[in-house]
Each structure stands twice: as C-alpha cells, then as structure tokens.
C-alpha cells in the first residue's frame, strides 16, 4: 500500500503467510520504481529506479526504540527462534508451527500499529525523491537467490501512485454514545474508512476544549475469520453521573499516521431504573370504568420522566400502550373504556428512553352477559376417505373464546356436539362413515365468548358424502324388434346416485364369453320416468343379438353388468343394388330396391378418398347424379332404404368411383 504526502511517497507492504515472512527476514526485499507518467504524458524510457533492499535491521538498532513496545513484539518475533532437535516427534513440530504462526501474525500486527516496528522490519520506506509531476510504478519483490534451490518462488506486489494523489486524512464520522449509570458506550464506522484507518484512538474531556486519549494502546476492532466489522466499539467509566463529559476519535493508518479528530459527542452518565411501579387498586366503576392506582418512591420522582400503563386482553397476548403521563408525582389513571377483560402492567421511564416495566399484571373485568353472533360463512368438503373440513370466518368479537361444531345426519333430527373442548380456530376436520345409506352429512357452528356466552346456531352447512360403493346392477326388463331395429328397456335406478347408463351389446354367434360385449352407447339418467328405451338401429336382418347394461354414479363408480337379455332382428326381405356411372358432368347414380315393405325414401352416403362414410342427401325415386366432383379423387357411394314403418334397410353394396 503507498500515501501520497506533499514532499514523499510512503510505501508499506507486508508477508502473505509465514513461509514468505521468513524469506523475506532472510534475503530482505527490493523496492523498485518505475517512472510511467510526467506531467501527465507517458514516458518513453520508462525509467527503473532501485530504491533499495530492506531488511530486518540489526537487532543493536532496535534496542535504541526499546520503549515502544510494539517494537520489542516485533524484534521478540524476528529474533527469538528456538532450535527444534534432530528427529522431533509430531508435537513438538506441531507447537512450533504454530509458534511460528503466532510469530508472524504478531509481526506484522506491531508494523500497524507502529511506523518503527515497520520500519525497522524491513516494511517501510519512503521515496522522497519522488517528483511532484511524476507518477511511478512501485514493485517490491525478494529476491531469492538461484543457489536457493529449498525456497519456493514469490510473487511481487505492485501499486501506481504519485504526490498529485495527495488528500489530506479525513476525520472519523457517526461517533454515538449511549449513557448509562457512570458508564458510557461509543460507538463508530469504521467500514467505510477500513482502507485508510486501521486503529483508532478515543479522546476525552470534561471541558468540550482539553482533550486526553484514554489509552495509549489504539483500538482495534477484532471479529471472526471472514466476518468483516462495521463499527468500532469503546466502554468507558465515568466518575459520576453530574458531570457533562466530551468524547471524540482519531484514526490511525499503516504509516503512523494520525488523521483529524471526529465530531464531539457529550452527555453524562444516567441513573439505572432498577425499581418499578405496583399497581396497587383496580377498582370497576359501575361496570364502564376502572381506577387504576399504584406506588412508587417519591425519591425517584426526579430521576424519571413519567410512567406509561399497558393493557392487553390476556397474559400472553401482546400488550399495546392505553396511556403515557409525563407527570412523575402521578399516582392513579381511570380506564375510561375498558375491554371486558383487561391485563394492565405499569412502568416508569427517563428522559433516555431507559423503562423499568413491572412484571405482575393485574386484572380487571366487566360483567358481560350478550352472547356473540353467530358464526357466517361456512363451506366445508368431504373427501374419499370419510374426512370432513369445515370452516368458516372468525368472529369480530374481542372477548371471543372459541366455537363449538355439531353435527347431524339429517336436518331435522338433533344435531350432536363432536368435541367437548372449546375451538380456538376457525376450522375443524371431522370423520363421517361413508359406507351408510346417508348421502349427506349437516353441521353447525356455534361462538361462545369468555363468559361462556353460548350464540345461536350458524346457518345449516349441508355437505354431499362421495360415493365409494358401486351403484346397484340396473335391471334389463326386455329387448324387443321393431321393425328393423332392436328396443332396449330397463328400469332406472333411483336413489342411487346413479347418472347415466352404459350399453354393452355382442353378436350371438358362439359362446365365447363376456369379452365379447362391446360398448354400444351412454344413455342420461331420467328421473322423470321409470323406464328408459334406448333403439339399437345397427342391427342386422334376423341376427341374434344380447345386451347387458352397466350403472355410473356422479362419481365415475360403475356397478355390475345387469342379467343380459337377447333378441333376433326382424327378417326383412329385401334386395338393394346400387350402380354408378361416370359422366362428364359427375356420377350417375342408379338402383332398384326389392323389398316387402313400401320404401319411403333413399338415404345415399358418400365417401371422399380415405375419410368415412358420410350421409350426403335424402332422395325420393331410384336415381342421382352427383355433380363438382375434383379429379384425381376416389368417390365411394352406398345407399340404405327408408320404410313407410321408418325403420332402416340394410346397407347396401358400395360402388367405387375414380
């Protein structure tokens, strides 16, 4: 590191461990200059300047400064060695590390607090043949000879600076003091200033003009590895507490140097509150008041600035502040709007904020006997296992105690009290079985105040229980033909939640088994009636078919296949050709229809390359011509009869058209 002055340059540089602190007390350490600017231009021969190797002077030198005692640590840790035998067990090479450690770390801490110490340890000089509109490059480097083959090499250090960077020391700043009975404690940044200040100094006066340092030891403010302090910390004794004391700082670098004093901080030392008030009567004024009255020595009128009374609804709740006199000789208060219950606790105060809280409380209440309002807001859920939440908003009342819930399982009967204790939240889990004929579970809340108040019920919270049990098999009542299609009627379940029904269907051509079935369509729950018919038109002329039908409940739950019913298909007699011939203007569509029933009208389906089969008209007569037709396209066509009894044909052959 370097500090510019008006005249010179001062450099101090330091070891980075103890094997390098040794090197150097063996071979010193050169300091050489570089000029690299003058009169702010950049020099071209750069000018190399040796200023010369330092080190640790002998120990005859050091004894003419025997009275700094940061010298003598210095010269105890350079020149006091013990020798360590030949073949020295692990401990005694282990204590001697460390020594060596302590020797280091001591070192180099007596060359920061004294210029000397430095100087006289070969880490110090100053070029006072530095020119003012110069600027210079400083390396210090230790030269560790070639024949040196055991020593490791080490990196110089380097630092840029010139006279023209001259700034005087600034004074310490944000001195506080804190007064106690006959004891003071300061405080101050020493962050900001870290890289200039490495100690500091404290100054005293008891006339504001006459100042003494306390000590002749500089404060250091030590922390732990890593942790870097922000403020410097000083406790000093007063005499007494009547006399105004000055207190102000100096900061001291690397160099010996002693920068300007702080601002002044003053003030005297305070007498501790030890001693706090009692309440002593706590009298209820026609249920609306309460006179409070407490004791405390008159003596100490004169120390204190008044006293401050705190209430709070219960011991441990916090307590908030109810009223503050700034009159000493004051002896009593009235609560002029008390809660129903009240915990007071007193306490004195001085001028410095010092307080000295009782630690009794003492009681007072009203007698309350309206009950709160009743409970609002209440929502609640039940989940696949049986367990119930249920909340609602917490009362407003001050002098709340708690809730109690019930629980029924219908609305009109009596509803039951689920817990004997008192709720404090505003929630409660319950557990109800769902494996009942009861689909839903009702509840109600109550508040009750300290007084044991009970309110009137909350409003009715009616809670749906999830199924877990499979709605019961519905029951297949027939399968009948109509025409060309097959009815299906069952009767709806009722009372089982159930919400639509599920149609499995298989082609009676072997006895496979039931994997046969497969899903044939979803029909809706109707409560209005008692049976539903669902039409299968996607039979075939005289196949048997079998059905079985499935129940789903609202909660995706399906129940057992019901007892499956089979019916054949009408055999209707009938023969449906269809021919197609291509046109310039489109296709040409043509078919006839043998059949012993009267053939109301023609459904002709179209289907475009590989998508499916789509209804494209209705047609009255044996012919269509079907025109705007792309090229490159593959067209294929069926047609299906329509009879006057509105049941379907077969589907017909389907006729390919490119």
């Known amino acids: 590191m370097s500090s510019s002055r008006p005249d ?12 390098t602190w040794l090197l150097g007390n063996r071979y010193g350490y050169v300091v050489t200059r570089y000029t690299i600017l003058r009169d702010g231009f950049l020099t071209e021969d750069r000018a190399q300047t040796v200023l010369g190797v330092f080190l640790p002077r002998p120990l005859t030198e050091w004894e003419l400064y025997a009275d700094d005692r940061y010298v003598s640590i210095a010269a105890e840790c350079i020149f006091a060695r013990d020798s360590m035998p030949v ?21 180099l801490f007596a060359a920061d607090r004294s210029v000397m110490a430095a100087k006289l340890s070969g880490l110090y000089m100053a070029d006072r043949s530095a020119q003012k509109n110069e600027k210079y490059l400083y390396s210090v ?52 200033l870290s890289h200039i200040y490495n100690s500091y100094t404290v100054e005293k006066s008891v006339d504001g003009v006459h100042f003494y340092s306390l000590s002749e030891n500089a404060i250091v403010q030590l922390a732990d590895e890593d942790v870097t302090p922000q403020r410097g910390h000083k406790t000093d004794t007063l005499e007494n507490n009547s006399t105004v004391f000055y207190y ?18 003053s003030g005297n030392g305070k007498f501790q509150l030890v001693n706090a008030p009692i309440i002593t009567g706590n009298e209820v004024i026609n249920n609306e008041r309460v006179h409070l009255q407490w004791t405390f020595p008159e003596e100490m009128n004169e120390y204190i600035a008044g006293f401050r009374i705190y209430r709070s609804a219960a011991p441990e709740s916090a307590k908030s502040i109810l009223h503050q006199t700034d009159n000493p000789a004051a002896r009593d208060f009235i609560d002029e709007r008390p809660e129903l219950t009240n915990y007071y606790v007193i306490s004195a105060f001085d001028t410095d904020g010092f307080e000295a809280l009782s630690t009794v409380f003492t009681y007072a209440e009203l007698i309350d006997s309206i009950p709160p309002s009743p409970p609002i807001g209440l929502t609640g859920m039940i989940d696949t296992t049986g367990r119930v939440i249920v909340n609602w908003r917490r009362n407003i009342e001050a002098d709340l105690d708690g809730y ?31 494996a009942t004929l009861e689909t839903k ?18 409003a009715l919270l009616e809670l749906e229980k999830p199924d877990v049990i499979p709605p019961p098999s519905p029951m297949l009542r027939e399968v009948e033909a109509r025409g060309a299609t097959l009815a299906i ?86 023969n449906i050709i269809l021919r197609a011939l291509r046109t310039s203007g489109g ?3 043509t078919w006839s229809i043998t059949s012993n029933k009267p053939v109301m009208r023609v459904l002709l389906y179209r289907k475009i390359g590989d998508e499916p089969l789509r209804l494209l008209t209705n047609v009255v007569g044996d012919s269509y011509t079907d025109e705007g037709l792309h090229p490159e396209t593959t067209y294929t066509y069926s047609i299906r009869a329509v009879y006057s009894d509105e049941t379907l044909s077969s589907l017909s052959n389907s006729v390919i058209v490119r």
Do not use: C
């Not at 010179?8 to 980075?16: E, K, N, T, V, Y």
């Not at 083959?149 to 001259?166: C, K, L, N, Q, R």
């Not at 009627?489 to 994997?515: K, L, M, S």
């Open 8 to 19: 010179s340059i001062m450099l101090r540089w330091a070891p980075a461990d103890v094997e």
């Open 87 to 107: 073949g020295a067990n692990p401990h005694l090479i282990v204590r001697r590390y460390r020594e060596e450690q302590n020797r280091f770390s001591f070192a």
């Open 141 to 192: 480097h230790i030269p560790v000879p070639a024949s040196d083959t055991i020593s490791f090499p080490v990196d110089s250090a380097f630092v840029f600076t010139g006279i023209s960077e001259y700034q005087p020391l600034p004074p310490p700043f944000d001195l506080q003091a804190r007064w106690y009975d006959r004891k003071v404690e300061l405080s101050w940044d020493i962050l900001y």
């Open 404 to 434: 109690r819930v019930y629980r029924a399982n219908r609305p009109e009967f009596e509803f039951a009290l689920l817990h004997s204790a008192v709720i404090k939240d505003t929630a409660f889990i319950d557990f109800v079985n769902l």
């Open 489 to 574: 009627t069952w009767v709806n379940n009722f009372g089982a939640n159930t919400v639509r029904y599920h149609i499995f269907r298989r082609t009676v051509t072997d006895e496979t088994g039931e994997d046969d079935f497969i899903p044939l369509a979803v029909v809706e729950h109707n409560n209005d009636n008692v049976l539903s018919t669902y039409v299968d038109d996607a039979v075939h002329s005289g196949t048997i078919y079998r059905y079985h039908i499935l129940a789903e409940n609202r909660s995706g739950l399906l129940s057992e296949p019901s007892i499956p019913v089979q019916a054949r298909s009408a055999s209707i007699e009938e």
């Open 441 to 458: 579970a009702y509840y109600k809340v109550i508040a009750v105040d300290l007084r044991q108040n009970h309110s009137a019920f909350s």
């Open 248 to 265: 102000r700082i100096r900061g001291m670098n690397a160099f010996g140097e002693t920068g300007p004093a702080s601002d002044v901080v």
């Open 587 to 589: 296709v040409a569509l």
